[in-house]
DNA sequence: AAACATGATGCCTTTCGGGTATTACTCGAT
DNA sequence: ATCGAGTAATACCCGAAAGGCATCATGTTT
């Protein structure tokens, strides 16, 4: 095998066709440089150069190689740059995971500044419920995921950055729709139910049982996307809880009303979580830049 | 600059995951492996392998170094191949001149041969007048020319490849078209003649003042390509002396008359000429093959 | 014919790379 | 808690290789 070195002597000789030259271009002496050539031809097994002693010249093969010397030289200049410019962040690849919700709240400004931050660094987004996204940072398929507590705080750190209110879907020209108050505990009592996944969506369960005085006779689906929740309201099913940002889904046939107390204590919160091992240096320089360190 | 053994050293390890067993598939030991590595990683200038004493593992950057790694060990290896296809003909470049006759006759079969002899050289032809393909052959822009004599016999080797009649080209419908037997000197003494340029066609000019009695005062074109003197005898300016392979031209409104002597004698030759000096591998080898060296 | 230019060769010194022996550290088992 | 196994890093030595200087061989120019 050849060496570096003897490539760029190559490279130096064939561009000057001349070895005293060449030699001085490369801050070397003339002997070294033509054993150097030498060995390379012999490395390669056909002459590269044709001299004679008054001029040198290149074969038809040294041409070839000449081309393929560059290239080579080229990627070895270029491949430490690379690599370096992933170690410190600034390029790469940044895996993101995000709820079907937040994708319409969140997703869209949070991009921005990431463009804005980390410009070179390819973004991968994938749409996963909380649970998935959890066992993506963990397995290291995934660098920053956009999720809902709880999570395990040894493991992951987190940046609050949402907080929403919860609203009642109802479907179009509902009889509580035509409410001029925010809708009260009564109102909802005997009202067919879509409620949330107890184990799929543990979140919006554990929240709205908390909440909220829930009558689990009135249930009559039981569903883990808020996307499909709202869908079955549409479709006149019943009436169902989905945080604020459902209402940017922009689907026909449904209506979204308060609930009193609601809009200020806005209890639904979305987080950017985190593994705390950050391997990604795409990552550490993102939440360098975005502060999201101190929480 | 790293070395193409940090390289290969980098990727048995970055592939294993282990030095040890790295290192023996490398067929050394494992100490100078992990030098190896080291110098590469400082060389690099950042940590491309995650080594706790229990497990080694690839940062991002070592990922994206890997890749290049890669590509440039595959450069590597393939460049030397390259190069020695080249020098052995076979593979590179043949340009290859022609003359517009020879085009119609020789050319077709000529690649057919060039074709399966040396499949993987790729063949550049250029349609040049016999002085054109001289100059050149001598200055290396021509590996190969389909010419017609004379030439510098010292600078250049050639093989007579085919020998063909002069004909005598007339207009469709011409009296002499209506003859039973071959054309005399008399019957176009006195016919407008279509003559060949004594300066760029001094092959087929010398040509048909030794072998005819022409009468100079009747010239009424001086050209130098065939294809042009065929192109004039159809628009009905005269008759002119072509090679045997004008025919095969196919142009409307012309008859090509055979002339006395002529078609026993074929005193038109077309040789392949080159270079003495052969610079290509790829026509030293085509040369070889089609046992053009004896003449 | 002599001087010059240029690439190759001989010889010496220094550098570099690999091998063996050993160390340092971590993890798992007892 | 201790010991042993496994693994990467370090220390030290030796031989090969690379570079520099001096010189040679050869072809060109005057």
Redesign the interface.
Known sequence: ?????QLAGFIAVAEELHFGRAAERLNMTQPPLSRQIQKLEK??????LERDNRKVQL????G??LE??K??MA??A???V???R???GRS?VLRIGFTAASGFSILGPLLEEVAEIIPDVDVDLQELVTGEQIEGLLTGRLDLGLARPPFDRDTFDSHLLYREAMMLAVPEGHRLARLTRPVEDADFKDEPLIMHSPTKATYFYDLVVKLLPIQHANVVHTVSQVLTMVSLVAARRGVAFVPHSATLLGLKGVEFLPIAGMDTEQPVELHAIWNRKL????LRRLLQDLEFRAE
């Open positions: 095998m050849f060496t570096f070195d490395a390669i097994g056909t002459e590269l074969t038809p093969a040294g070839a190689f393929e010397a290239r080579l990627l070895a270029r491949a430490p690379t690599a370096r992933i170690a410190t790469g391997e990604n240096p795409a």
